[in-house]
């Protein structure tokens, strides 16, 4: 996994509450079996006009013109602005995976849905829960002026604005050194395989019919 | 400070007999004791154990079936999927389950299905375990005391490859319904009406126990449908207390222990309910009583109200973010505010999903459709049993011919048109009675209204072409 410890990026507004994960990536894509490859479906049928279906080539469709992601002031962005509960819905990681294939390092938002959440984290994203007022804010401001950035500094749990203003954030301290170190879960835990073991073997003495 | 220990709640008690290790920060290493697995989000996690030269942890520990792209007419094997992408999925499963030696009820075997119902059908899952499986739907299975989290494509990976989760405790959240139900109100409409409460993010960071009189009452069955919407109301883990009921419906199943093997776990599963003084973080109290038929209106399950109830209008709504969304949802839905829920007509019926696709969800349905007709303003009306065996129960009784004299198609296991993967689709603009767990945009097609009913209601709204109050159709009185 790559590493993640600071960023400063264009801001792009997410400006709907509860945008499930059909949205963020329609099942017609799930039906792939790999990892990559599914930023071009991001968002899919907000963005497109036609519908689209997996192997199409991507660069001829019709673009929704008033679609976010499709207004040139929001290209290159790598931050993602949300409203309440982004992610909820079906626990599909091919979320996060297309978020990250088409660019999004964070996403912000008041609050997320837990499975996504734990998902982005996997994945070489960081989603940040900042006060509802503050994003309101940050949505504002990313309104109001073209190429809007925002700097998240991983290190010291601060997003900085443009005018210098800090907005610190909480972290899972677990979460932060894994990000920070582009670290690996199954790595990780296999550092505990003697402690698995032991625990396994008391486990089966006392559950003898959960094991065949 | 009292030197009593606190009483546990049955998700604590689940918690504490898996934690293997516990960082200070309060992550924990749980123990799995079973994964379920099936073609949509396996073949990356199997992609990255090749990868890194992994094996899996426990062979026995994991089950396969492939449900979601599964055809529903009639097929004999994987290479009969006409859908290229769909068909390699598949056959990525059989051939994955089969390298790595796991265990798959595949295409053709009868036990095949929909993966939530496979698991407690075969005793697969079992009170008292820890389940999990690349999909949201998993809590279904704490219907049985078992603690079952969804989980992303990389856990099924870290599960397989360490037989271990890496999780933070949730918050315990208890929701209490008392009182009895009245005839004709279902465990659909017990969850709808509960997420109509407290909302899609009422969950959130919490493990529900569903408790009162009416899960009492209810059937295991049941208790699975109200579990396996426990993401809807934003909890990744449903549960329900064991009691003779659950040991009742484990008891005989293929993967049940047997004999002495029995005896323990029946003891052990003696203490899976929650103490009487176990304090909970959120507790939320409906009477069970007052809960009438539901129907969903809009494009969140959240968006719900009675069937004798009206869509709301969003100018009555003061918050502008909820007003917003119930205006999109409107236009969405094809629907005038404060119109009549019985008005909405309805073109696509469809009964299945893991929500409501059992054998008693069948009965239901069928009790209904005897000797009536499917309306001739429905375009289609589909029954998709969850798995193989249902399939094959429900025509020992003879259920399919009521279905088929009706109108309606019988057809083979499968998600189906729960989330339109395989061939069967809601097409754009059409209003489909549902008994599955999703209404979002596009979910059983694009541009398709989904709203979601009990079996019985999907019925009644198949024979009089739009929504209405079943009771009137079954003599029980409104
Ligand atoms: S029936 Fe629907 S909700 Fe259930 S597992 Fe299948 S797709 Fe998911």
């Known amino acids: 996994m790559d590493k993640f410890t600071e960023l400063t990026a264009v801001v792009a507004p997410m400006d709907r509450a509860n945008v499930d994960t059909d949205a963020i990536i329609p099942k017609q894509f799930l039906k792939s079996i790999k990892r990559t490859g599914f930023g071009p479906n991001l968002f899919d049928e907000w963005r497109y006009e036609d519908v689209g279906e997996p192997g199409m080539d991507n660069t001829n469709r019709p673009l929704r013109k008033d679609f976010v992601l499709n207004q040139p002031r929001y290209q290159g962005a790598k931050i993602l602005l949300a409203r309440e509960n982004f992610g909820c819905g079906s626990s599909r990681e091919h979320a996060p995976w297309a978020l990250k294939d088409y660019g999004f390092d964070v996403v912000i938002a008041p ?3 837990d499975i996504f959440f734990n998902n982005c984290f996997k994945n070489g994203i960081l989603p940040i829960v900042l006060d509802e007022v503050i994003v309101d804010k940050l949505f504002q401001e990313t309104y109001a002026e073209e190429g809007y950035q925002l700097t998240v500094d991983l290190v010291a749990k601060k997003i900085i604005r443009p005018n210098g203003e800090q907005i610190a954030f909480d972290v899972d301290e677990f979460r932060r050194h894994c990000l920070l170190n582009g670290l690996d879960d199954i790595g990780l835990t296999l550092q505990h395989q003697s402690e698995i073991e032991a625990f396994e073997q008391n486990y089966k003495v006392k559950n003898p019919w959960l094991f065949n | 400070m009292s030197s009593e220990p606190m009483g546990k709640t049955l998700y604590d008690k689940l918690w504490d007999s898996h934690v293997v290790r516990q960082e200070e920060d309060g992550t924990a290493l749980i123990y799995i004791d079973r994964q379920l697995l099936h073609e949509v989000t396996s073949p990356q996690a199997f992609e990255g154990l090749k990868i890194s030269g992994r094996k899996p942890w426990r062979i026995d520990a994991n089950v396969a079936t492939p449900d979601h792209n599964v055809p529903t007419t009639a097929y004999t094997s994987a290479e009969d999927i006409e859908d290229p992408i769909s068909r390699i999925q598949v056959q990525t499963l059989d051939a994955n389950t089969k390298y790595f030696g796991i265990t ?15 698991g407690p059908e075969e005793g697969v899952t079992l009170p008292g375990m820890t389940l999990v499986c690349g999909d949201s739907h998993t809590a279904t299975h704490g219907a049985l005391g078992a603690l079952a989290h969804g989980v992303g494509t990389s856990e099924v990976e870290h599960v397989l490859a360490t037989q271990c989760l890496l999780q933070k405790k949730m918050k315990n959240m208890l929701v209490k319904v008392d009182g009895r139900l009245r005839p004709g109100v279902t465990p659909k409409d017990v969850i709808l009406a509960i997420i109509g409460k407290i909302g899609t993010a009422g969950g959130n960071g919490h493990a529900i126990e569903f408790g009162g009189q009416v899960f009492k009452d209810m059937t295991v069955e049941g208790r699975m449908t109200v579990c396996n919407m426990a993401i809807e ?13 659950t040991i009742e419906y484990v008891k005989g199943r293929p993967y049940a222990p047997k004999s002495e093997d029995w005896d323990k776990a029946v003891a052990a599963w003696s203490d899976l309910h929650s103490d009487a003084d176990a304090v909970f973080d959120t507790v939320v109290e409906m009477n069970g009583a007052e809960i009438e038929p539901q129907v969903s209106w809009g494009t969140s399950p959240e968006m719900v109200t009675d069937v004798n109830g009206k869509v709301p209008n969003p100018d009555a709504e003061a918050d502008p973010v909820k007003a917003g969304g119930i205006r999109r949802a409107l236009e969405y839905m094809g629907l005038d505010a404060g119109m009549s829920i019985t008005d909405i007509p ?17 009965r239901a349905a069928a009790k209904v459709l005897k000797g009536r007709k499917v309306a001739a303003s429905v375009e289609q009306a589909l029954i998709v049993p969850g798995s193989g065996l249902v399939k094959k129960q429900a025509e020992e009784e003879g259920l399919d011919k009521i279905f088929i004299e009706a109108g309606f198609e019988w057809r083979n296991p499968g998600c189906s048109m729960c989330l339109a993967m395989n061939a069967d689709r809601l097409p754009s603009g059409k209003h489909c009675a549902s008994t599955s767990n999703r209404n979002f945009e596009g979910r059983q097609g694009a541009g398709g209204r989904t709203h979601l009913v009990s079996p019985e209601m999907a019925a009644a709204a198949a024979v009089v072409g739009h929504f209405v109050d079943v009771r009137t159709m079954l003599e029980v009185g409104v």
């Not at chain 2, 798959?104 to 496979?118: K, N, T």
């Open chain 1, 111 to 113: 609050s997320f849905a």
């Open chain 2, 104 to 118: 798959e009820f595949g295409i053709g075997d009868v036990r095949q299905g929909i993966v939530h119902v496979v």
């Open chain 2, 233 to 245: 109301a934003g909890a990744r883990v449903g549960l329900v207390a064991v009691d003779d009921k």
């Open chain 2, 346 to 362: 309805v073109d696509y019926v469809f009964i299945g999903s893991c929500t409501n696709s059992r054998i008693e969800d069948i």
